[in-house]
């Protein structure tokens, strides 16, 4: 791989330096857990994951039937290249979210009705600091 970038000759704007060849980057935060060094954890870098990730235990939770939602809160941790000195720093979230399941093939709800002409007013950013009505 770093051959083609060599062969492209691809740099960096600002300071002209070579680009490396790809490489593994782990999103996961990791950390020691316990009093032995060899007891490795990673933290997790969003929140959907868990709700994706246990779907099939949400909905046997559901009694196997869709629409249904999950909601989930928790911190979540993410590695960025830091714009400064260091080469990462890590940032931490508090984070929650609601999520919907549905069948694509099937969208009907039985409670659609009680919502279906309900309006939700939305603010563009600006109107909002500007303290204009919503949209």
């Known amino acids: 791989m770093a051959e083609v970038f060599a062969k492209y000759d691809i740099k960096a704007p600002e300071t002209g330096n070579a680009l490396s060849a790809p490489g593994p980057f782990n999103l996961m935060f990791a950390t020691q857990i316990g009093p032995w060094a060899d007891s490795q954890a990673f933290l997790r870098p969003e929140t959907a994951q868990s709700l994706i990730t246990n779907f099939k235990k949400l909905l046997n939770?559901?009694?196997?039937?869709?629409?249904?939602?999950a909601?989930?809160?928790?911190?979540?941790?993410?590695n960025e290249?830091?714009?400064?000195?260091q080469l990462l720093r890590v940032r931490e979230f508090e984070m929650g979210e609601i999520e919907h399941f549905l069948d694509?093939?099937?969208?009907?709800?039985?409670?659609?009705?009680?919502?279906?002409?309900?309006?939700?007013?939305?603010?563009?950013g600006e109107d909002q600091l500007a303290n204009l009505e919503p949209i």
């Open 81 to 85: 290249i830091a714009p400064r000195n």
């Open 71 to 78: 909601a989930n809160i928790g911190m979540g941790f993410r």
């Open 61 to 69: 939770f559901n009694g196997e039937k869709l629409p249904f939602a």
């Open 104 to 124: 694509p093939q099937n969208k009907d709800h039985i409670k659609f009705d009680l919502v279906k002409d309900l309006v939700v007013p939305l603010f563009k």
